[in-house]
């Protein structure tokens, strides 16, 4: 083992003065946390640029090209490398190598140590690890060899992960291609179909509960369980778990769930059971003589409707649309069966998905069980 403050010198940035417009707009690349993601490995550009006079009079220093970069704050634990020179603000605690540690290693050393790090956060506004407390972390040292090798496992099985999550992203793109393909583009209805109001092709299902006791076993759907891209269901719990006594709608397999609170009104789901929502969103039952409802989550999923649903949540102080709002919706609707046929492909399609995504979860299995054998 050894501590990082013997193995690596640790440094933070600074941020120029906002209002001096010499210091800004610059050429010098001046990185901050919000730019890093989970994804984020090497960094070789920056959102904002400071110029020469802003950084010497800030008393910046360059980060050399290879320092490992740890956000220190705002939150703690984001990790990336710096794939060239640069500087940032002060919510980083970044490590610059010496010849005792290969930088990749400890990019994946520090990946792995998010929880660790944010349990080692002090204040009492907002949490922050200090330099010295940077210092004292210790990290597993085998001999520079060893440490490639390693980097060299984990980084295959990140990018196998990397490439099963692009797999279901263009699964996805598929999809959405396949609609515009079939319908054309809703804006100039550029097939011709027939303009047909809201209430006649779907409802919104009012039918509410508070028998929290009845249900308490129930799935539990609430807006942050909806991904925003797909309307892929996850993370909820049952109505019990939730705990949230406040009014739940109903829903089952023959409904949509939508939400109509901003900024998610184009989150929509599909469910394939029985359950309760949040009244932060509403079960669209479609009506089965002339819209498919695998069509319809679509349609309300697109750019169309969210342009039009917009307008109203823009001008309230509420961040919410209401059902006459919805209800005044009307889109060109495509004959039945060509919707069917529609959501016969989409069918086909996440059979594939499934498979990827049981694929990624075996991958992404694997690469945790690689971080905990090297990292504990």
């Excluded at 290879?66 to 634990?77: D, K």
């Excluded at 020179?85 to 792995?112: H, R, T």
């Excluded at 989409?346 to 690689?370: G, I, N, P, R, Y």
Aim: aromatic residues 10%.
């Amino acid at each position: 083992m050894a501590k990082l403050g013997d193995i690596c010198t640790v440094v933070s940035g600074s941020t120029p003065k906002t209002g001096v417009a010499e210091y800004w707009d610059g050429t010098v690349k001046w990185i901050t946390p919000a730019e890093l993601n989970e994804d984020s490995f090497y960094i070789t550009d920056s959102v904002r640029h400071i110029t020469e006079d802003g950084k010497e009079k800030t008393g910046l220093s360059y980060l050399p090209k290879g320092t490992v970069i740890l956000s220190s704050r705002a939150p703690i634990g984001k990790t990336a490398i710096a794939g060239c020179e640069m500087c940032c603000n002060q919510g980083f605690k970044n490590l610059i190598c010496s010849d005792a540690v290969y930088n990749e290693y400890l990019y994946f050393f520090l990946k792995s140590k998010t929880n660790y790090l944010n349990s080692l956060g002090r204040g009492a506004t907002f949490k922050e690890i200090s330099k010295s407390i940077v210092e004292k972390i210790e990290i597993p040292l085998p001999n520079i060899e060893k440490q490639h090798q390693i980097v060299k496992e984990l980084k295959a099985t990140r990018n196998l992960i990397a490439h099963r999550k692009q797999q279901l992203t263009k699964l996805d793109e598929l999809i959405k291609a396949r609609f515009v393909e079939m319908f054309g583009d809703f804006k100039s209805n550029s097939k011709g179909w027939s303009i047909v109001k809201f209430d006649e092709f779907a409802q919104i299902d009012g039918n509410m509960t508070t028998d929290y006791e009845k249900y308490a076993d129930y799935p539990h759907i609430g807006i942050d369980s909806i991904e925003k891209e797909t309307g892929t269901l996850k993370g909820y719990r049952t109505v019990k778990e939730d705990g949230v006594v406040s009014g739940k709608y109903f829903f089952t397999p023959q409904h949509i769930i939508y939400s109509k609170i901003r900024p998610n009104l184009n989150k929509v789901a599909l469910p394939d059971f029985e359950g309760l929502c949040s009244a932060d969103a509403y079960p669209i039952l479609p009506n089965p003589k002339n819209c498919n409802r695998v069509f319809l989550a679509l349609a309300m999923r697109s750019n169309y409707f969210l342009d039009y649903i917009l307008q109203f949540s823009a001008r309230t102080n509420l961040p919410k649309v209401n059902r006459k709002e919805i209800a005044g919706f009307s889109m060109p609707l495509p004959p039945l069966p060509l919707q069917n046929q529609f959501a016969d492909f989409v069918a086909e399609v996440d059979k594939s998905k499934v498979e990827v995504q049981k694929a990624l979860d075996q991958t992404q299995l694997l690469f945790d069980s690689l971080m905990q054998q090297y990292f504990g």
